[in-house]
């Protein structure tokens, strides 16, 4: 069976969008691949963080896996920072990547401009970090947007020169983009992907939004002036965006819908959406309490981490023995 690794950073409460784009795929994918899901809290602090929020934040995003259908007897749902060999193996890939390959990062440009009191090295050497979260698993699969594209290129770059130079000891991985329709946009502005990090909230929809909050969202979101319901992601986002989301949370087509509602107009097709929005809401938010405030959490991610420690170890000593590191038994 092949292994799949995604990484999620507990920076904040992932929205609906990531729910449609990666959470749900997650619980669908666990049936066919080996997979490995992490809260990636070092990847978080390459920023300043509050450390009291952080924590709860990570906690917070293993009860969200776990309520997107994570099921920890068929994955492995660990913290990154309670597995030494992510920062370990990040090292020996970082003494291989080059300044210039870094600092080429849409990443690390678009976050280095806004720091007002210098770049922290931690932008720089994010991408090796999220390489070796990667390989030390022998991951043969990573499902990513178009915005981590690039850092998937790099880490393939890396395996490539790690193995020529030191034997082949590292597997590369394939990029497994998101279904069709799984790029969910902004409510407000559906010409950009809807983001948690977001200053204006009418343009998201968190996973703990009120449930009510999240319906109102829907109504208010932007659509357009000819009132015709169709799929148009070119030339009408607005409702082309609500009717992804409306297909994602009902498993209902797009050509279905667009025949359910050919004689509607906009108002009745987001009327039902916010329905359908905020029972989905309902619905997820009692299951993540329930993992939240639960012991068993704390048992699943216990596990997680001793079956995490205990793959990556394998790899790990792989590494260090083709790069000639410690004593050699």
């Known amino acids: 069976m092949e292994t799949l690794f995604s990484g999620i950073q507990p920076s904040g409460i992932p929205t609906l969008g990531n729910y449609i784009g990666a959470l749900k795929q997650f619980g669908e994918v666990q049936e ?16 300043p963080q509050d450390r009291l929020k952080l924590r709860k934040q990570t906690r917070q995003l293993a009860a969200i896996y776990l309520a997107s259908g994570i099921d920890p007897e068929k994955s492995t749902l660990f913290i ?11 090292w020996m890939l970082t003494t291989i990547s080059s300044i210039g390959e870094l600092e080429r990062m849409t990443q690390f440009k678009d976050k280095a401009v806004k720091q007002t009191e210098g770049i922290p090295a931690g932008l720089l050497t994010y991408p090796p970090l999220m390489a070796a979260d990667i390989v030390i698993y022998n991951t043969n699969i990573v499902p990513v947007g178009d915005d981590q594209k690039q850092h998937i290129e790099l880490t393939r770059n890396l395996v490539d020169r790690f193995n020529s130079r030191y034997n082949d000891v590292l597997v590369k991985p394939e990029i497994r983009m998101p279904k069709v329709g799984g790029r969910v946009m902004s409510l407000q502005d559906p010409t950009k992907k809807m983001s948690k990090s977001d200053d204006n909230q009418k343009n998201y929809i968190s996973l703990l939004d009120e449930p009510n909050v999240g319906a109102k969202k829907i109504k208010s979101a932007v659509t357009d002036s000819d009132g015709i319901i169709k799929f148009d992601r070119d030339n009408k986002p607005g409702i082309s965006n609500l009717l992804s989301i409306y297909s994602s949370l009902t ?26 929005v905020k029972d989905f809401l309902v619905q997820f938010q009692e299951k993540y309490e329930y993992y939240f405030n639960s012991d068993e959490l704390d048992t699943i991610l216990d596990n997680g981490r001793e079956k995490a420690q205990k793959a990556s170890f394998k790899t790990l000593k792989k590494m260090e023995k083709a790069m000639g590191l410690g004593r050699k038994r």
Do not use: M, R, W
């Not at 066919?32 to 920023?47: K, L, M, S, W």
């Not at 990154?80 to 990040?90: K, L, Y």
């Open 32 to 47: 066919d691949y080996d997979c490995f899901f992490c809260i990636v809290d070092q990847h978080a602090i390459t920023i």
């Open 80 to 90: 990154q920072s309670e597995v030494p060999a992510h920062v370990q193996a990040s």
């Open 251 to 276: 498993d209902k087509t797009i050509d279905e819908l667009q025949t359910q509602y050919k004689d509607s107009n906009y108002g009745e097709f987001k009327s039902d959406l916010a329905e359908i």
